[in-house]
């Protein structure tokens, strides 16, 4: 399965470039490379700000089929903990 990742109002995919940047230590990142923590300073971002329609979303709601994944691999984790009783 694949996940996929795009701005949950516009579609929008990043790059992979380094396109945001730390209000704490100014430092540029690519967001999605680090999971939304600075690089430098080990902050923290809840919310992602799309590049291409400026509108900030949950970091989380950018992961397509995210919901779809999480569910295929607790139900893996299911079947193994119940093979083993």
């Known amino acids: 399965m694949e996940v996929n990742i795009a701005c949950p109002k516009c579609a929008w995919e990043p790059d992979g470039r380094p396109y945001w940047h730390c209000d704490r230590c100014h430092a540029r990142f690519d967001t999605f490379e680090t999971t939304a923590i600075c690089p430098n300073c080990r902050k923290?971002?809840?919310?992602?700000?799309?590049?291409?329609?400026?509108?900030?979303?949950?970091?989380?709601?950018?992961?397509?089929?995210?919901?779809?994944w999480l569910r295929d691999?607790?139900?893996?984790?299911?079947?193994r903990v119940l093979a083993n009783e």
């Open 44 to 68: 923290q971002f809840h919310d992602t700000q799309c590049i291409a329609c400026s509108e900030h979303s949950p970091h989380l709601d950018w992961y397509r089929n995210l919901d779809t």
């Open 73 to 79: 691999q607790l139900a893996k984790i299911r079947e």
